[in-house]
Nanobody
């Protein structure tokens, strides 16, 4: 299984993008799904997480109030709505599933997640 991320692109600071995460052959319902990002020279950072068992979510501090994670179970897709983008948001964005948890529990450590896709590049110009 490999997730498929899309929706990235080049945007000016203050702009918005919506990333999509599709999972061909895998049902997202029942699992916590996370969005992660990796900037050049940096480690992979957990950005947001959506729980399946309840409506709880997790966001890393520097995206709170700007990013929103959502699910469409009918389309088997998870989205990351990104507003007020900043140059420091520039990175490759990935989605993945936590096969051991249905809830985020206030965290999104990348080592707990599987089925990584190729990622989608987000570039924010100043």
């Amino acid at each position: 299984v490999q997730f498929v991320e899309s929706g990235g692109g080049l945007v000016q600071a203050g702009g918005s993008l919506r990333l999509s995460c599709a999972a061909p052959g895998f049902t997202l319902h029942g699992y916590a799904i996370g969005w992660f990002r990796q900037a050049p020279g940096k480690g992979r950072e957990g950005v947001a997480c959506s729980s399946s068992s309840d409506s709880s979510t997790y966001y890393t501090d520097n995206v709170k109030g700007r990013f929103t994670i959502s699910r469409d179970n009918a389309k088997n897709t998870v989205y990351l709505h990104m507003n007020s983008l900043r140059p420091e948001d520039t990175a490759v964005y990935y989605c993945a599933a936590n096969l051991m948890r249905s809830r985020c529990d206030g965290r999104a450590p990348s080592y707990e997640y599987d089925y990584w896709g190729q990622g989608t590049q987000v570039t924010v110009s100043a």
